[in-house]
C-alpha cells in the first residue's frame, strides 16, 4: 500500500463533482486535491538498532531479512486510520521502527521473540498493515530500541483437508492470496472485511476480525478451529477438536490479544464450497427503526442472507449522490443490501424466505442492481476517506454493537456526542451509520463521521472520539465490535471488562511475555 493513504495508487481517483459540490456547500471547501509528498522526503527519527543487535537477528533471519531502509521503515510506521495518516502527513520527523525484519516460518518467529525478549527490544507485529486503532504504532515504551515484525514470508497454504472443510495458513496470507490457494480445491473462506484486499489472516485473527459476509459464514474468530502462537517463553498449540470440554478455550487467549501476547503464526479455518450461484436484493425502509426491525425479524426467523446490511437516511442519501448505478429504482428512506449465497435451490428458497419476513417488515423491493452495485465499490470506501483528507475534510469511522432493544438509543447517543462534540469545535458534522453485522440477540452499528479539517484534526478527533467512546460505554455498549481496542480504545477497556478483567490478562502478559515487548502500548490499559 501506499505510505500515506490506504491501498495502492490506482484506487485514488478524483472526487465525483456531485461529492465535491457537496464539500462546497456544506463545509465550504473546494474538493481540489492538496499535494501530496514524496515518501523520500519525509524525515523519520535516526534507526537506533546497534550492529551487535542487528547481528543478533541476522544470526535467526539472515542478513538479507533486516531492513533499516528509509522505505521499509516509513511503510512499517502505524496502520490506516485517519489519525495515522494526519501524521504522515506531518512535516516534521516520523516515528518508526528502528529495523524491519522478516522472518520465513514459525521457528524464525519464536527464535525473533527470543532474541528480543532477551536484549529487551520491542517487537510489533506486522501482517497487511491495515489497523485503524493505533494497534501497529512502532511504540517503543521503556526499550531503546522497537522493530517491525513483518509477516509477509509466511505466506503458504500448509494444509487443506476438503473432507472435514478446514485449511491452515501461515498468518502472512492475505485475503485474496487465501481466496486463489482455496479456488484450487474449489473452496473459498469466505471471510470479505473491508480491508479484505491487504490484510493477512494472522490479522484477521488477532484483531477477531468479522466480514461484510458474517450474517452467512460468521465472525473470523467463529471460524478459527486451531492456532501455532509463538511466544518469548514457548509455542502454544490449540484446538485439537471442533469442540472440547477441556477446560477454557486457550484460542481466546490469542484470538482477539492484538500481537500484545505472541504472533500467530500459522491459523485453521473452516472454509466452505465456493458457491454455486449469488443472488442479490435491494430493499427500502420508510427510516431506520422500521429497517432495523426488519433485519431483526429475519435472523431470528433464521432466514438471515449471507450479507445483511442498513443504512440510516444520511448515509442512503450520500450513497446515493455517490453512485448513479441503481438501476433506476426509487430509493427513499433507508437502503438495505442482502446477497444469498450457496446453491441455485438454496439461494431461491433463502431468498424467497427472507423477503417474506422483510416485506411483512415493511420493506419494498428494488431489485438487484442497487446490492450489485454495493458489491462492486465494497472495498473502495477508504479511497473516498483519503481523498475527502486531501481535500480539508475530516472523515473518521468507529463501531459498536449492542443488543436490538438498546440498537435506537445506542444509535441517539452516539450520534449526537458526535455532533455536539464537533460542533462545539466550530465545525458542522455529518453523522451517518449502519447496521453492518446482525446476530439474534443484537447488531453492530458503523458510524461515519464527516467534518471540516480544523488547525490541529488530531486534537479534532481525539475530543470527538472520546465523546463517542463515552457515550457508548454509558449505554452499555462494546467499545469495539471488530476494529480491535489497539492503542485507541485502551482507556475504555476497564470499563467493558472490569479492573479485575484487567489484572487476569496483565497476569497472562506477565507470563508469556515478562519481558513486556510484545506491542507494547497496545490493548493492555
Known amino acids: 500500500m501506499v505510505w500515506d493513504a490506504w491501498g495502492v495508487p490506482a484506487g485514488h481517483t478524483p472526487l465525483p463533482e456531485q461529492i465535491r459540490g457537496l464539500l462546497g456547500q456544506v463545509f465550504g471547501v473546494s474538493g481540489e486535491p492538496a499535494i501530496r509528498r514524496d515518501e523520500g522526503d519525509v524525515p523519520l527519527r535516526p534507526p537506533l538498532l546497534s ?42 520527523p516520523q516515528d518508526a521502527p528502528d529495523a524491519v525484519v522478516y522472518p520465513a516460518d514459525h521457528h ?20 497487511g498493515g491495515t489497523s485503524v486503532v493505533g494497534g501497529l504504532d512502532p511504540v517503543r515504551g521503556r526499550f ?4 517491525a515484525l513483518d509477516l509477509r514470508r509466511l505466506d503458504a497454504l500448509l494444509d487443506c483437508d476438503p473432507v472435514s472443510g ?10 485474496p492470496r ?43 474468530d467463529d471460524m478459527v478451529q486451531r492456532l501455532r502462537v509463538a511466544t518469548p517463553t514457548g509455542a502454544v498449540e490449540l484446538g485439537r477438536a471442533p469442540a472440547s470440554a477441556a477446560g477454557p478455550d486457550l484460542r481466546e487467549l490469542f484470538v482477539g490479544s492484538e500481537g500484545a501476547f505472541g504472533v500467530i503464526t500459522e491459523v485453521t479455518v473452516r472454509v466452505h464450497p465456493v458457491p454455486e ?9 420508510p427510516d431506520f427503526a422500521t429497517g432495523a426491525a426488519a433485519l431483526r425479524a429475519v435472523v431470528q426467523a433464521g432466514a438471515a442472507p449471507t450479507v445483511l446490511r442498513l443504512s440510516d437516511e444520511a448515509e442512503t442519501g450520500l450513497n446515493l449522490a455517490r453512485s448513479k448505478d441503481i438501476g433506476g429504482a426509487p430509493v427513499s428512506g433507508c437502503l438495505a443490501v442482502t446477497t444469498f449465497e450457496g446453491s441455485a435451490a438454496h439461494v431461491a428458497a433463502r431468498s424467497a424466505e427472507a423477503a417474506e419476513v422483510l416485506r411483512a417488515a415493511g420493506g419494498t423491493e428494488l431489485g438487484p442492481d442497487p446490492a450489485r452495485a454495493w458489491e462492486h465499490g465494497r472495498f473502495a470506501a477508504p479511497y473516498l476517506r483519503d481523498a475527502l483528507l486531501d481535500a ?3 472523515c473518521e469511522t468507529l463501531e459498536t454493537a449492542t443488543t436490538w432493544n438498546r440498537l435506537a438509543e445506542l444509535k441517539t447517543q452516539v450520534s449526537t456526542a458526535l455532533t455536539e462534540s464537533l460542533s462545539a469545535q466550530g465545525t458542522p458534522a455529518l453523522v451517518m451509520c449502519h447496521i453492518s453485522h446482525t446476530y439474534p440477540t443484537g447488531a453492530s452499528l458503523y458510524f461515519t463521521v464527516v467534518a471540516k479539517l480544523l488547525d490541529d484534526p488530531i486534537a479534532q478527533w481525539q475530543t470527538a472520539k ?31 471488562i472490569g479492573e479485575l478483567g484487567v489484572r487476569v490478562l496483565r497476569a497472562v502478559k506477565r507470563e508469556i511475555d515478562p519481558a513486556g515487548i510484545l506491542n507494547p502500548g497496545t490493548l493492555l490499559p
Not at 478446514?166 to 485475503?175: D, K, L, P, S
Not at 460505554?473 to 485502551?490: E, L, Q, S
Open 178 to 220: 487465501a481466496e486463489e490457494l482455496l479456488a484450487a480445491y474449489g473452496l473459498s473462506l469466505g471471510h470479505f472485511p473491508q480491508s479484505f484486499e491487504f490484510a493477512s489472516i494472522g490479522g484477521f485473527a488477532a484483531t477477531r476480525s468479522s466480514g461484510q459476509a458474517s450474517a452467512g459464514y460468521g465472525r473470523f
Open 277 to 285: 450461484t449469488t443472488g442479490h436484493m435491494a430493499w427500502s425502509f
Open 466 to 496: 472520546q465523546a463517542a467512546g463515552d457515550a457508548i460505554i454509558a449505554a452499555g455498549a462494546t467499545i469495539t465490535h471488530h476494529h480491535a481496542v489497539g492503542a485507541d480504545h485502551r482507556r475504555w477497556l476497564p470499563d467493558e
Open 144 to 147: 531503546e530500541t522497537v522493530i
Open 392 to 394: 480539508g475534510v475530516l
Open 51 to 92: 550492529a551487535d543487535r542487528r547481528a543478533g537477528l541476522a544470526r535467526v533471519v539472515g542478513e538479507q531479512q533486516i531492513s533499516t531502509e528509509h522505505v521499509a521503515r516509513l511503510r512499517h510506521a502505524g496502520g490506516k486510520s485517519t489519525l495515522d495518516l494526519l501524521r504522515r502527513r506531518d512535516t516534521g
Open 166 to 175: 478446514t485449511a491452515t495458513f501461515g498468518a502472512g496470507v492475505t485475503g
Open 108 to 127: 524464525q518467529v519464536a527464535g525473533v521473540l527470543a532474541y528480543c525478549s532477551e536484549q529487551g527490544i520491542a517487537v510489533v507485529p506486522f501482517g
